[in-house]
């Protein structure tokens, strides 16, 4: 435990963190955790950067036979889209079962890319409460169980006040994180209608070119 003296010293949100005890320690380092992996989902689970506009026109301009266009176009932006579309392509002898195979575990494998990561935040979303919970329990039991020392009523409206710290960080971490898990969870879902409309799409017109 830090000394009064410091405490005393320090900023108001330094000591806020610091009053919390060993739990306050440990819901800052999940937000920090947190925090990596939105930012990190929020510049991967991009609808640009899953389905470029590029390789979207090339399959609208796209009306079946030859594929050389297509490819180049699929090789020079590599993205989840490119890569269903280029299994597509490199299957496009197989009966259409076996295409179907192909593809749907080449999505899968994508869609898996993309949700990378995400369980964390779901984890994380429902566990800081519990954790801030479990601070502020943790604080109270001290305090109660010193009440008899400090008989002051101020002194002990101060230490539970100082325990429910725990809990307002609990709360402040899970909030974010439960909007950025629904939001991201969304994202994931349109990519994967959108990769499964125009994969459908080029199949259709490489049956028509046949």
């Given at each position: 435990?830090?000394?009064?003296?410091?405490?005393?010293?320090?900023?108001?949100?330094?000591?806020?963190?610091?009053q919390?005890?060993?739990?306050?320690?440990?819901?800052?380092?999940?937000?920090?955790?947190?925090?990596a992996?939105?930012?990190?989902?929020?510049?991967?689970?991009?609808?640009?950067?899953?389905?470029?506009?590029?390789?979207?026109?090339?399959?609208?301009?796209?009306?079946?036979?030859?594929?050389?266009?297509?490819?180049?176009?699929?090789?020079?932006e590599?993205?989840?889209?490119?890569?269903?579309?280029?299994?597509?392509?490199?299957?496009?002898?197989?009966p259409?079962?076996?295409?179907?195979?192909?593809?749907?575990?080449?999505?899968?494998?994508?869609?898996?890319?993309?949700?990378?990561?995400?369980?964390?935040?779901?984890?994380?979303?429902?566990?800081?409460?519990?954790?801030?919970?479990?601070?502020?329990?943790?604080?109270?039991?001290?305090?109660?169980?010193?009440?008899?020392?400090?008989?002051?009523?101020?002194?002990?409206?101060?230490?539970?006040?100082?325990?429910?710290?725990?809990?307002?960080?609990?709360?402040?971490?899970?909030?974010?994180?439960?909007?950025?898990?629904?939001?991201?969870t969304?994202?994931?879902?349109?990519?994967?209608?959108?990769?499964?409309?125009?994969?459908?799409?080029?199949?259709?017109?490489?049956?028509?070119?046949?």
């Amino acid at each position: 435990m830090l000394p009064h003296t410091f405490l005393a010293a320090a900023p108001g949100f330094i000591q806020f963190f610091v009053q919390g005890g060993f739990f306050m320690y440990v819901l800052l380092i999940l937000s920090v955790f947190s925090l990596a992996v939105i930012l990190q989902r929020a510049r991967f689970i991009k609808m640009d950067s899953a389905l470029p506009p590029g390789v979207i026109d090339a399959l609208s301009s796209f009306k079946g036979g030859a594929t050389d266009n297509l490819q180049k176009r699929l090789q020079a932006e590599p993205s989840p889209l490119s890569r269903v579309l280029m299994s597509v392509l490199q299957h496009r002898d197989w009966p259409r079962n076996e295409i179907l195979d192909a593809v749907q575990t080449r999505a899968r494998h994508e869609i898996s890319r993309l949700e990378s990561g995400l369980v964390f935040l779901e984890i994380t979303t429902g566990i800081s409460p519990l954790l801030g919970l479990l601070g502020t329990l943790s604080g109270l039991v001290s305090i109660f169980g010193n009440i008899g020392a400090h008989g002051d009523p101020q002194i002990v409206a101060n230490g539970i006040s100082e325990a429910l710290n725990c809990t307002i960080v609990g709360l402040g971490v899970a909030v974010p994180n439960l909007v950025a898990y629904n939001y991201f969870t969304r994202r994931v879902e349109v990519v994967s209608i959108e990769l499964e409309s125009l994969t459908t799409d080029l199949m259709a017109k490489l049956s028509i070119g046949r």
